[in-house]
C-alpha cells in the first residue's frame, strides 16, 4: 500500500477558504473510501469528512456541515477538502486517509493508509 501524498493548506485569515489536497498513488478504479481528520491542539484526531471514491456517497460531521465540502477527482487519484468561513478553531493538522470501506468512518483506527499531515493556522 501506497501512502497518500498531502500539499495545500497554510495560515490563512479567519473567514477565508482553503483546499486541502491528497493524492493516493496508484489508486485503482474499485471504489473506496477516503477521509479527512482534524487534529487541533492538544486534542485527539476527528473526523471531519469522508467520500466512497468514483460517484460515491459523502459524509461529514455534524459540526463542520455547511462550510467543509468533499470531493473526488478520479483522474487525477485526488480528494480535496475545501474549506470555506476558516475559523481559529479549524486550525490544526489535517490528515487524510483511505480505507475499504466507509462504514463507521469516524473510527481512526479502521484506516490502512495515512497522510503526512497538513498545516491549517487560521488567524482572527
Known amino acids: 500500500q501506497v501512502q497518500p501524498v498531502q500539499f495545500g493548506g497554510g495560515s490563512v485569515q479567519a473567514g477565508e477558504s482553503v483546499r486541502l489536497n491528497c493524492v493516493i498513488p496508484?489508486?485503482?478504479?474499485?471504489?473506496?473510501?477516503v477521509a479527512w481528520f482534524h487534529e487541533a491542539p492538544g486534542t485527539e484526531r476527528e473526523g471531519v469528512a469522508a467520500?466512497?471514491?468514483?460517484?460515491?456517497?459523502?459524509y461529514y460531521a455534524e459540526s463542520v456541515k455547511g462550510r467543509f465540502t468533499i470531493l473526488h477527482d478520479g483522474a487525477a487519484n485526488m480528494v480535496t477538502l475545501k474549506i470555506i468561513n476558516l475559523k481559529p478553531e479549524d486550525t490544526g493538522m489535517y490528515y487524510c486517509?483511505?480505507?475499504?470501506?466507509?462504514?463507521?468512518?469516524?473510527?481512526?483506527?479502521?484506516?490502512?493508509?495515512w497522510g503526512q499531515g497538513t498545516q491549517v493556522t487560521v488567524s482572527s
Open positions: 496508484g489508486a485503482t478504479a474499485t471504489p473506496h473510501c
Open positions: 486517509a483511505r480505507r475499504q470501506s466507509c462504514s463507521r468512518w469516524l473510527d481512526s483506527s479502521g484506516y490502512e493508509n
Open positions: 467520500l466512497v471514491t468514483f460517484g460515491g456517497p459523502t
